[in-house]
Every structure is written in structure tokens, then in C-alpha cells.
């Protein structure tokens, strides 16, 4: 008697994980509350925001990330979103997010169709980061400002929001330990606050395993 293999169980839709995400979204997060005994998030923080734009795919959808100039006094060399601080000019989340992307990777604001937001994630570095997660509408191809990134690149939405691709770490700073998730893509290091965004897309809506 032959016995058939095992049936693979089928993955979820990337963007019905988006989409729970979106209407049940995680709880706020923080940068210090992975680690015990951890100084909370400072008092008052500044406003900023990130866009969390997903593109078509030749394999399905995918998230634009960056790597940031190692020219930058902040986290250089790192892999971010597009993003940064809410400016006076800025009436929303919404508008800081496009506004940053457009000055740092170059994308009309036109092209972006906002499906929501997350909730916010405390940086050490004293920011409330709002993620606003877009759609694009047709294919990007990324004109990136080299004062502030040195290279744009894609991510597979589907791997993103497996919470099963996300591991723990840590590292000291400041002479404490302190973990932080990674989600790594081929040779890029996803780390800190932007593992932490993404992460918490993957376990909106009851998570998407």
C-alpha cells in the first residue's frame, strides 16, 4: 500500500494578514519592554511616523525597505522603513510617512493608497513611531535621496508576516542587555524598531502562522 506524503498546510494570504492586522492591530510597543527591570520610553516623546508601502511582486507582494546612509548620525547603515520626525507642515501620521518617503526613496505620494495604521512603537531614541501601512498602486522604481539612504530594496510581504521567520536577540547598550527581534532577508539584517514594527503586523489580528 502506498501511503501519500502529508498534505502541506496551506500559507496564509499575506495581505488577509495585512488586513487583520489592520482591523485588530497588536498593542503599542516599546523598545524596552522585551527586557526585564528596562527604563520605560522617556516621558514625552517626539511624534514620527513610517510607511509600511507594499508592492506588487513577481512572486506576490512585497514591503519596501532601506538601508540608511552610513553618512547619517543616527543608526547608520541600518535597515528602516521610510520615515522620520513629524514636521509642522504635517497635519497627520498619514502625511509624515508620505512626505518622508517621497524626500528619502522618491515616491509620489499619488501613488499610494493608505489602508491604515498600526499602533505606535516607543524608540529609545525618544520617538512615538506611528507605521502606516499603503499600497502601491503599479510598479516603483526608487530614486533614493544618498544623503540619507544608500539603498532601497524588496521583501517578500509572506515572509514578513510569518511570525515564525522573527527570532530574539540581544545586545549591550549602555551597559545593558537588552533584546530586541531580527527577521532577516538574504544578507540584510532586520533589526530593532523596524523588526519590531514588522513583527507587529505579523501578530495583528490573532497573528498569521
Do not use: K
Not at 26 to 42: E, F, K, R, V
Not at 46 to 69: D, F, H, K, Q, Y
Not at 105 to 134: C, K, M, W, Y
Amino acid at each position: 500500500m502506498t501511503v501519500a506524503p502529508p498534505a502541506e498546510a496551506p500559507r496564509a494570504d499575506p495581505m488577509a494578514c495585512v488586513r487583520a492586522a489592520l482591523a485588530d492591530p497588536a498593542p503599542p510597543s516599546g523598545d524596552h519592554d522585551l527586557t526585564p527591570g528596562a527604563t520605560g520610553p522617556a516621558p514625552t516623546l517626539r511624534p514620527a511616523a513610517v510607511l509600511l508601502a507594499i508592492l506588487p511582486g513577481a512572486r506576490g507582494p512585497e514591503v519596501l525597505l532601506t538601508r540608511r546612509s552610513a553618512r547619517l548620525r543616527h543608526h547608520p547603515g541600518q535597515i528602516a522603513l521610510p520615515g522620520g520626525g513629524q514636521e509642522a507642515v504635517d497635519p497627520s501620521p498619514e502625511a509624515t510617512a508620505l512626505r518622508e518617503a517621497h524626500e528619502e526613496i522618491g515616491l509620489d505620494p499619488a501613488r499610494v493608497e493608505v489602508l491604515g495604521r498600526l499602533n505606535p512603537h516607543a524608540t529609545v531614541t525618544g520617538f512615538s513611531v506611528t507605521p502606516i501601512v499603503g499600497r502601491l498602486r503599479g510598479p516603483f522604481r526608487p530614486v533614493p535621496d544618498p544623503s540619507e539612504v544608500a539603498e532601497v530594496f524588496a521583501v517578500p510581504l509572506a515572509h514578513l508576516t510569518d511570525p515564525a521567520r522573527y527570532r530574539l536577540e540581544r545586545r549591550r547598550w549602555r551597559g545593558v542587555w537588552r533584546r530586541y527581534y531580527v527577521v532577516p532577508w538574504g544578507p540584510y539584517y532586520i533589526w530593532g524598531a523596524t523588526a519590531r514594527i514588522l513583527h507587529g503586523l505579523a501578530r495583528g489580528g490573532g497573528g498569521c502562522g
